[in-house]
C-alpha cells in the first residue's frame, strides 16, 4: 500500500448473499477488472470473476505437505477454502513480461521501444489476510525497496483489495506465526467474514474510505452484537484449526549461526531443486531477463521471466554457478525467506501461507525444517551480525 | 559459433532415430522460408536430394550411435562442421533403442532375424557425445520447433540461445498449469525433467513422462522414494517410468536401475 490511507468511519455492517452480487457488480460497474478465486482443473485458482457463480461455492480443500485435493463441502460457503496454488503475485509481477524491443533502423541505428503497460483497473476479490499480507510484502520490497520496479508499479497503482478473513485454514497453514492471519483489522479496502451460522451473509468492515464509499452504495444492514459474536467465532474457530506454528524467536540469530548445520545436507537428500516452493510463494521476486531476436536479425526483444534462487544459472557468474549444490540453494532461500530478507527489507519474507509446503513434490516442510535446526541447535553458535539495511540508513 | 559471417552452410545428418527430430525442422512452417532465406541448407536429405559438398558451419546430427559403420561415420561429420548440434533423445541419450543396452543384444539379434550374421550392430546404443565433442544438445523426443528456430537463430545474432537446464516444473508455474503431481496424484517427472517443451503434457492433465531427459540436478532418488511412498508405485513401475526415450541418461539410468529385481541387476 502506498501512504496510509484515510481511517474510515463506517461501522461493519452486513451483506446477504445477493449483496455479495451486487458488490462484485458495482466493481464491474466501476470498471475492474476482478480476479478472485474460481475452481479450475480440480484445484481453487485465482481468475477473472464475472459473477458470484464464479467463486468456489460447495468447494473446499484438504492440504498436506506435497499433498492437495478439491474437495466438496457439506455448506454452501463462497470461501470455505485455503489459498490455492496462485497468488496476486501472478497478476502484480507477471510470470512473463516483455520489457522492450529494439529494432533496427538502418545499418547503424536502432530504436528502443518500451513494451506497452496497460492501464487497468483491478480489483481482488476474496483475498485471505495472509495474501494481503504478502501485496504488503512485495510492496516493501518492490515499491519501497531501493529501486521502484516500474512494472509492478504500475500493475500496483489502480488495485482495489476486497479481503475475506479466514474461517477454513489448511493443515500446512502457519499464519497466526507470521501474525497475519487468520483474521485482519486493516490492509484491504473491504474485509468482509463469511458468516455461516443462521442466514448465510457476510460482515464488512470498511478498511479505507475507498471501501467506505463503495459501501455506501450498497443496500446493507447494520451490523448486530450478534453477527459481530459470530465473526469472533469464525476466527476463534479457524485459530483452533491452526496447529502448525513456526517458531519465529531470534529465527535470525537461529539460522544464521547454523549454516553448517547437518540439517541442511539431510534437507538436499530430499529436495528436488525444482523450485515449485519459490514459484508458488507469494512474496518471492526473483526474475531474469531472456533476450531473443528474429530470424532477419531487424529486432531484438527483452523480456523478464520469473527465476528462482533453486536454478543453477541464478547464481552463474564467471565459468560456474556460486551456489552449485542443492544444499546451498536452499539454505539461500530458507535463511534470505526467513532471516536475510529482515536485514534487506525490516520484514520476514514470509507469511505462513503454506503454500511451499503443500506445493513442493515431495512435501519438504520449511516449518519441521526450522524446527528440526532449532532443536539440535549448538547454543555456542557464533550469531550472525544483523547487517543494517540500506532502507534504514537512506 | 558462426554468428556475424553472414549465411552459414548446415547439414542435418541421421543416425539411428525416427527422423521425427528432422522434420520439426520443416515443421516450422512459419518461419521455415526465413530460415531458408538465412541459412544455406548444405545437406538435408529428409528435405532434398541436392547436396552440397562440406565442410559445413552447422551440422545438426538426429540420431544414436549403433552400429560400427556409424561410429566411423559420427567422426567424418565432426571433422567437416564447425558446429556441431545434436538434436533429439537418441542424439542426446541414446533414445528408445537404449533399451538395448539393458538387455542382452546377442538374444534379440538371433531371434528376431532369420539370418542374425547380417545385421552388423553394437551391443549399445549411445549418445553422439560418447562418440565425438558436442558444441551444444537440443533434448526431447521430437525436439520442439521452437528451441531449434531459437538456436538457429542465436546462432545468426551471435549471441547465446536460451535453452533453460532447468525443471519442468517452472514451465509449468510460468504457464499457470495445476500441478498434476500434487493435485491429482499423477506420477510425474517434471521435476527431475530439462524444460524446453513448454510443460506440454502437464497442460493437458498429464504427469511428464521425461523425453527431455533429466534437469540440471535431478534428485531421481527422492523423487521415486516419493512416487514408492505416497502414490503407491511398485518397483516395475518407477523401472518403467525413468526407462523410456531417455533410458540411458546417466540419472534415469541409475535411477531404474535402482529399482530393478536384485537377481537381474547389475
Redesign the interface.
Known amino acids: 500500500m502506498g501512504a496510509p490511507a484515510a481511517q474510515p468511519k463506517t461501522r461493519p455492517v452486513v451483506l446477504s448473499e445477493d449483496g455479495l452480487a451486487r458488490l462484485l457488480a458495482r466493481l464491474h460497474h466501476e470498471g475492474y477488472e476482478v480476479i478472485g478465486p474460481t475452481v479450475r482443473d480440480h484445484a481453487i485458482v485465482h481468475g477473472p470473476l464475472s459473477e458470484v457463480d464464479d467463486l468456489p461455492r460447495g468447494w473446499g480443500d484438504e492440504q498436506t505437505p506435497g499433498h492437495y485435493r478439491l474437495v466438496q463441502r457439506e455448506d454452501d460457503a463462497y470461501f470455505g477454502f485455503a489459498v490455492g496454488p496462485s497468488s496476486a503475485k501472478r497478476t502484480l509481477f507477471p510470470p512473463r513480461q516483455p520489457l522492450w524491443t529494439a529494432e533496427s533502423r538502418d545499418d547503424a541505428n536502432f530504436a528502443i521501444i518500451e513494451a506497452e503497460r496497460p492501464e487497468r483497473r483491478l480489483a481482488f476479490f476474496g483475498l485471505r489476510p495472509c495474501e494481503v499480507a504478502a501485496i504488503a510484502v512485495q510492496d516493501r520490497v518492490l515499491l519501497h525497496g531501493i529501486v521502484e520496479d516500474e512494472v509492478y508499479a504500475a500493475n500496483r497503482a489502480d488495485v482495489l483489495l476486497v479481503a475475506v478473513e479466514c474461517g477454513a485454514p489448511a493443515a500446512t497453514c502457519f499464519c497466526r506465526s507470521m501474525s497475519t492471519g487468520p483474521g485482519m483489522e486493516s490492509g484491504a479496502d473491504l474485509i468482509l467474514t463469511e458468516l455461516l451460522d443462521g442466514d448465510h451473509r457476510f460482515l464488512v468492515r470498511a478498511g479505507t474510505t475507498t471501501g467506505e464509499d463503495l459501501l455506501e452504495q450498497l443496500e446493507h444492514d447494520e451490523a448486530t452484537e450478534e453477527d459481530l459474536d459470530a465473526r469472533k467465532e469464525v476466527l476463534a474457530s479457524a485459530a483452533a484449526r491452526l496447529e502448525r506454528r513456526l517458531d519465529t524467536t531470534d529465527i535470525h540469530g537461529l539460522l544464521m549461526g547454523n549454516l553448517d548445520h547437518p540439517r541442511w545436507d539431510a534437507i538436499a537428500e530430499r529436495c528436488l531443486a525444482c523450485a515449485n516452493c519459490t514459484l508458488v510463494c507469494p512474496t518471492c521476486f526473483c526474475t531474469t531477463v531472456e533476450d531473443r531476436t528474429d530470424l532477419a536479425g531487424t529486432e531484438a526483444t527483452r523480456e523478464r521471466r520469473w527465476d528462482s534462487c533453486f536454478s543453477l544459472e541464478f547464481t552463474h557468474t564467471g565459468p560456474a554457478s556460486v551456489r552449485n549444490s542443492t544444499r546451498a540453494r536452499y539454505r539461500q532461500w530458507l535463511t534470505h525467506k526467513l532471516a536475510t530478507w529482515i536485514d534487506q527489507f525490516d520484514t520476514s519474507g514470509c507469511v505462513g501461507c503454506g503454500r511451499c509446503i503443500t506445493w513442493c513434490p515431495v512435501g519438504i516442510d520449511l516449518t519441521e525444517e526450522v524446527d528440526m535446526i532449532r532443536r539440535t541447535s549448538e547454543d555456542n553458535v557464533a550469531p550472525w551480525p544483523m547487517v543494517p539495511s540500506p532502507l534504514q540508513e537512506g | 559459433m558462426t554468428g556475424g559471417i553472414g549465411r552459414p552452410t548446415v547439414a542435418v545428418w541421421k543416425f539411428a532415430s525416427c527422423d521425427g527430430c528432422q522434420l520439426s525442422l520443416l515443421s516450422a512452417e512459419d518461419?521455415l522460408l526465413?530460415?531458408a532465406g538465412?541459412i544455406e541448407i548444405a545437406y538435408f536429405l529428409e528435405a532434398t536430394r541436392e547436396v552440397k559438398e562440406g565442410p559445413y558451419d552447422i551440422s545438426l546430427v538426429e540420431g544414436s550411435i549403433t552400429t560400427p559403420d556409424d561410429a566411423e561415420r559420427i567422426r567424418q561429420v565432426r571433422d567437416i562442421s564447425t558446429t556441431l548440434i545434436t538434436i533429439g533423445a537418441c542424439a542426446t541419450a541414446g533414445g528408445i533403442q537404449a533399451l538395448r543396452n539393458f538387455g542382452d543384444v546377442e538374444a534379440f539379434r538371433s531371434l528376431v532375424y532369420a539370418r542374425p550374421e547380417y545385421v552388423d550392430t553394437l551391443a549399445d546404443s549411445t549418445a553422439i557425445a560418447e562418440h565425438v565433442p558436442v558444441d551444444l544438445e537440443l533434448r526431447g523426443c521430437p525436439i520442439e520447433t521452437s528451441q531449434l528456430?531459437?538456436v538457429?537463430?542465436?546462432i545468426?545474432?551471435g549471441?547465446k540461445p536460451?535453452t533453460?537446464?532447468?525443471?519442468v516444473?517452472?514451465e509449468c508455474?510460468?504457464?499457470?498449469n495445476?500441478?498434476v503431481?500434487?493435485?491429482?496424484?499423477t506420477p510425474?517427472l517434471?521435476?527431475?525433467t530439462q524444460a524446453g517443451c513448454n510443460a506440454r503434457c502437464p497442460a493437458f492433465?498429464r504427469g511428464c513422462y521425461g523425453c527431455f531427459g533429466p534437469?540440471?540436478?535431478p534428485?531421481t532418488p527422492?523423487?521415486a522414494?516419493?512416487l514408492e511412498e505416497?502414490l503407491a508405485l511398485e518397483h516395475p513401475d518407477l523401472v518403467r517410468l525413468f526407462r523410456s526415450f531417455n533410458a540411458d541418461a546417466p540419472a534415469f539410468r541409475r535411477e531404474s536401475r535402482r529399482h530393478e529385481p536384485e537377481e537381474v541387476a547389475t
Open positions: 518461419e526465413t530460415i538465412e528456430v531459437e538457429i537463430n542465436a545468426l545474432a549471441r536460451v533453460p537446464t532447468h525443471s516444473c517452472v508455474k510460468l504457464r499457470g495445476l500441478c503431481a500434487v493435485a491429482h496424484g510425474c517434471g521435476p527431475v492433465d534437469a540440471e540436478s534428485n527422492s523423487l522414494a516419493w505416497e
